[in-house]
């Protein structure tokens, strides 16, 4: 019978299945932070268990961690416990750490990709809900909490409720100036942060085959923010040449098997989704959030939408509420939202790519008065790499601020923070009331959304910048 992708690597996973009970699939790769590992070591240490398999496992410290001044210590008691902790788990249990300070650390999501660690046709599981990230080689990547870190770091299995499938097509070819961020947010919109619910989705489609893997992981890493459990798209040559030759890519005749198999992963012809949902990239623009969660954004050149245009009382009333909170009025034009900070970072547009092409429209300009920009890279290697092509210098020469890996100011657990009522442009994931800070207000939007932002000081697309 044809089969999804999805299907497949979980088939090929499976090393228990009874009646009436959910399938235990094998884990082939374990990614830890500080945030959720805590409780789940100590259940080992209490158990008396050792980490099955700490060759599959690797831990980075991300959330908590500043990103200046890495040589003081961490000021806030929390964050630095939380980091402290991780460290002597992973010392205790033998897990690999990376570190503050170290090159290859940074948020988990860029640095199992940057180490060829994630790879086609593997179950990867992480302690935070945003490991769809990795759908975008071809994994089956899920999110999972704490007590099932637990399980993994114990057994490097992990019990699975049944899912199902949807395909996500996007015809067509992104116009210039239009990004995977944008065919995500507006995937979103359309389906709602529940329409995928239960659902693994599977991106496809000539306008996904165009992307990168960076934006393919742009893609997949907000699938979550849809309700999905995960996200894929099926490995082709962009993808098999972004792992090759990186740290844990198999090598040589190993690495041309390896092709062999990643290649057999697609969807076979004629297999059959639960969903589908069709999308047209020619007919995409800027996207951006106007409320409180990811589902509430339109494009750029739309305006703040009118609570009374829904039919549906409870979007209205979340609408009604959302305005309040982001001090918003319906009928504003968006390109008149004027900020006062740019996030420019995060597991889902601080890659390298995201930094070429923010620096690409930021050269020779500034950072309009009033406005603070932060561009903080994924990883110390993404910083590495954005100081070897003199990206550092572009933002630093522009006014904005240069700052080492981390999750920073995509949620509030470390000193990047907004204040109460301060409101940015952020290539972040969630606009959740209070996420970058209590009382701060989130716009959502592309890297190239937000270079012109911080250039013009109100929500601009780069086409806004010709004019000045
Ligand atoms: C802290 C962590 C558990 C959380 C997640 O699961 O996603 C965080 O990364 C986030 O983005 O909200
Ligand atoms: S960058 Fe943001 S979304 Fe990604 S793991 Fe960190 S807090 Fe979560």
């Given at each position: 019978?044809?089969?999804?992708?999805?299907?497949?690597v979980w088939e090929e996973h499976v090393v228990r299945r009874a009646d009436g009970e959910p399938d235990l699939l094998y884990i082939d790769l374990h990614l830890v932070h500080e945030v959720t590992s805590p409780q789940a070591f100590e259940?080992?240490?209490?158990?008396?268990?050792?980490?099955r398999r700490p060759d599959l496992t690797i831990a980075t410290e991300d959330h908590n961690v500043p990103t200046q001044d890495l040589l003081a210590p961490i000021a806030d008691p929390v964050s630095r416990k939380q980091v402290e902790t991780l460290r002597k788990n992973c010392s205790d249990f033998g897990v690999r750490l990376h570190p503050m300070g170290d090159i290859e650390q940074g948020v988990v999501?860029?640095?199992?990709?940057?180490?060829?660690?994630?790879?086609p046709g593997m179950t990867i599981v992480c302690g935070d809900s945003h490991t769809s990230t990795h759908g975008a080689f071809g994994a089956l990547a899920f999110g999972i909490g704490t007590s099932q870190v637990e399980h993994v770091l114990a057994?490097?299995?992990?019990?699975?409720?049944?899912?199902?499938?949807?395909?996500?097509?996007?015809?067509g070819t992104l116009r210039p100036g239009v990004s995977a961020k944008d065919i995500i947010l507006a995937v979103i919109a359309k389906i709602g942060t529940g329409?995928?619910?239960?659902?693994?989705?599977?991106y496809r489609g000539e306008a996904?085959?165009?992307?990168?893997?960076?934006?393919?992981?742009?893609?997949c890493n907000m699938s979550i923010e849809a309700g999905a459990r995960a996200g894929m798209i099926a490995p082709d040559q962009t993808?098999?040449?972004y792992i090759e030759g990186r740290a844990h890519a198999p090598r040589g005749e190993d690495f041309e098997a390896a092709v062999e198999r990643w290649k057999s992963l697609r969807t076979d012809e004629g297999a059959v989704f639960d969903a589908e949902v069709v999308l047209n990239a020619d007919e995409l623009s800027p996207f951006v959030t106007w409320g409180t969660n990811p589902g509430?954004?339109?494009?750029?050149?739309?305006?703040?939408?009118?609570?009374?245009?829904?039919?549906?009382?409870?979007?209205?009333a979340a609408a009604e509420k959302a305005l309040a909170y982001m001090d918003l009025t319906a009928g504003t034009p968006m390109r008149e939202v004027r900020v006062d900070t740019v996030f420019l970072g995060s597991c889902t547009n601080g890659r390298i790519e995201d930094l070429r092409t923010a620096a690409e429209i930021i050269r020779g300009r500034t950072v309009a008065e009033g406005v603070r920009m932060l561009v903080v890279p994924g990883s110390m290697r993404v910083k590495e790499q954005a100081n070897a092509e003199g990206l550092g210098e572009v933002f630093e020469a522009a006014g904005a601020e240069w700052r080492e890996a981390g999750c920073s100011m995509c949620l509030g657990m470390n000193p990047d923070q907004l204040k109460p009522g301060e409101r940015s442009a952020s290539t972040s994931n969630r606009n959740f009331e209070g996420r970058q800070g209590r009382g701060g207000r989130t716009h959502l939007v592309s890297p190239q959304v937000a270079a012109a932002t911080a250039v013009r000081g109100t929500l601009s697309s780069p086409a806004d910048l010709a004019a000045l």
């Amino acid at each position: 019978m044809a089969r999804t992708m999805a299907e497949k690597v979980w088939e090929e996973h499976v090393v228990r299945r009874a009646d009436g009970e959910p399938d235990l699939l094998y884990i082939d790769l374990h990614l830890v932070h500080e945030v959720t590992s805590p409780q789940a070591f100590e259940g080992l240490r209490l158990a008396g268990r050792p980490v099955r398999r700490p060759d599959l496992t690797i831990a980075t410290e991300d959330h908590n961690v500043p990103t200046q001044d890495l040589l003081a210590p961490i000021a806030d008691p929390v964050s630095r416990k939380q980091v402290e902790t991780l460290r002597k788990n992973c010392s205790d249990f033998g897990v690999r750490l990376h570190p503050m300070g170290d090159i290859e650390q940074g948020v988990v999501h860029v640095v199992g990709p940057q180490l060829g660690l994630t790879q086609p046709g593997m179950t990867i599981v992480c302690g935070d809900s945003h490991t769809s990230t990795h759908g975008a080689f071809g994994a089956l990547a899920f999110g999972i909490g704490t007590s099932q870190v637990e399980h993994v770091l114990a057994t490097q299995t992990l019990t699975m409720a049944p899912f199902r499938t949807m395909a996500v097509t996007v015809d067509g070819t992104l116009r210039p100036g239009v990004s995977a961020k944008d065919i995500i947010l507006a995937v979103i919109a359309k389906i709602g942060t529940g329409g995928g619910q239960g659902y693994v989705i599977e991106y496809r489609g000539e306008a996904i085959e165009a992307l990168s893997m960076e934006a393919r992981m742009t893609v997949c890493n907000m699938s979550i923010e849809a309700g999905a459990r995960a996200g894929m798209i099926a490995p082709d040559q962009t993808t098999f040449d972004y792992i090759e030759g990186r740290a844990h890519a198999p090598r040589g005749e190993d690495f041309e098997a390896a092709v062999e198999r990643w290649k057999s992963l697609r969807t076979d012809e004629g297999a059959v989704f639960d969903a589908e949902v069709v999308l047209n990239a020619d007919e995409l623009s800027p996207f951006v959030t106007w409320g409180t969660n990811p589902g509430q954004g339109v494009p750029l050149d739309a305006e703040v939408p009118d609570p009374a245009s829904y039919d549906d009382p409870s979007a209205r009333a979340a609408a009604e509420k959302a305005l309040a909170y982001m001090d918003l009025t319906a009928g504003t034009p968006m390109r008149e939202v004027r900020v006062d900070t740019v996030f420019l970072g995060s597991c889902t547009n601080g890659r390298i790519e995201d930094l070429r092409t923010a620096a690409e429209i930021i050269r020779g300009r500034t950072v309009a008065e009033g406005v603070r920009m932060l561009v903080v890279p994924g990883s110390m290697r993404v910083k590495e790499q954005a100081n070897a092509e003199g990206l550092g210098e572009v933002f630093e020469a522009a006014g904005a601020e240069w700052r080492e890996a981390g999750c920073s100011m995509c949620l509030g657990m470390n000193p990047d923070q907004l204040k109460p009522g301060e409101r940015s442009a952020s290539t972040s994931n969630r606009n959740f009331e209070g996420r970058q800070g209590r009382g701060g207000r989130t716009h959502l939007v592309s890297p190239q959304v937000a270079a012109a932002t911080a250039v013009r000081g109100t929500l601009s697309s780069p086409a806004d910048l010709a004019a000045l």
